[in-house]
């Protein structure tokens, strides 16, 4: 069948009768992974006859004759039958054929779902293999842009109230982009909210401790807004706590491109080029972009590209060549300054 987006996948799921087969979910986001696991669990198992019809197994535990034997069984008092094979990757050659054999040709009344983190660089015909005869879903390491998205988008779907952009990029901020950790706080600050309609930064704050000293967004929404000598004093703040010159350069360029597409096509052009998880920058980028004119930002990418150069090629600290170009964009090149 090959790869689809997880959101065909669940379409597929929620339409009746159900067609059985083989599911193959690949990737590095396991939060994603086992929640696509239990969400086909849950279409095609009736609770009253699940245990009678799961069968769950990992790679490095399953041999080629349990496979076979499992996979042959019949539904017990029930329309389907469902087999979890998780970390295919380990599994034994032999077993790997039993797995594509019936991937390929699975028996009728069984849902199969193979889970796997394709080792990189893999020529394994294995996986290209799944990936063609399986309903197969990528989950891929969320990007840190998209965190703050998708703890906005599981806060509405998952516990039906609002998280407000400061308050998701804050937990960000606090506890990286691990979806299970996200997803146990979000939780907790359901929980908290006691019957409120949205959870606030201040929330986080009260449920998490202390929020870092430094957010990297709000340091590129200080670029947005043209506040340099702000972005100035802040910097040492964000270097300490492990950014990059290179890192900050990439995401002021991001910014700036979204504040360019805005000045040339109006909000509608930026909201196009967004993913789903990074439309809530919107609302932040459209009154920045009042502030930028298209030339301006041009000039300000072209800054930030022979600073990049500075950094990769010149003997200057991040910090020198960061701070060197936030006073060209402060003094030089037509770029106003707003008092912060």
């Excluded at 449920?207 to 957010?215: F, H, K, M, Q």
Aim: aromatic share 6%; net charge neutral; glycine share 8%.
């Amino acid at each position: 069948m090959g790869l689809i987006k997880y959101e065909a996948l669940l379409g597929m799921l929620a339409k009746k009768p159900l067609r059985g087969g083989a599911f193959f979910f690949l990737g590095d986001e396991a939060f994603l992974r086992e929640e696509a696991v239990d969400r086909v669990v849950d279409a095609y198992l009736d609770p009253t006859t699940r245990d009678f019809n799961l069968d769950q197994l990992r790679g490095d535990d399953a041999d080629a004759e349990s496979l076979a034997s499992i996979l042959s069984t019949p539904p017990m008092m029930a329309e389907w039958r469902v087999m979890v094979l998780r970390d295919a990757q380990a599994l034994t050659q032999k077993a790997r054929d039993v797995v594509e054999s019936v991937a390929t040709a699975p028996p009728p009344g069984l849902a199969f779902v193979i889970t796997a983190v394709i080792p990189g660089g893999s020529k394994a015909k294995f996986y290209p293999a799944l990936k063609k005869a399986a309903c197969s879903v990528e989950f891929a390491a969320i990007d840190p842009l998209d965190a703050p998205g998708w703890l906005i988008e599981q806060a509405q779907t998952a516990h039906r109230i609002g998280l407000a952009p400061d308050a998701a990029r804050a937990l960000v901020a606090a506890l990286g982009t691990d979806l299970r950790m996200l997803s146990g706080e979000l939780e907790k600050l359901a929980t908290f909210a006691d019957g409120r309609a949205q959870l606030t930064v201040e929330d986080v704050r009260a449920l998490t401790g202390a929020i870092p000293r430094y957010d990297r967004w709000e340091w590129f929404d200080l670029i947005g807004e043209r506040k340099f000598a702000e972005a100035l004093r802040q910097l040492p703040v964000l270097l300490a706590a492990g950014e990059s010159g290179v890192g900050l350069i990439i995401g002021m360029s991001a910014q700036l491109l979204r504040i360019g597409l805005v000045c040339a096509g109006g909000s509608a052009a930026l909201e196009r080029e967004l993913k789903p998880y990074q439309r809530w920058l919107s609302k932040r980028i459209v009154p920045q972009a009042r502030r930028w004119s298209v030339d301006e930002v041009d000039r300000g990418l072209t800054e930030m590209l022979r600073t990049d150069r500075l950094l990769k090629s010149a003997s200057l600290t991040d910090r020198q060549a960061m701070e060197e170009l936030l006073l060209r964009l402060h003094t030089r090149g037509g770029i106003r300054d707003t008092a912060a």
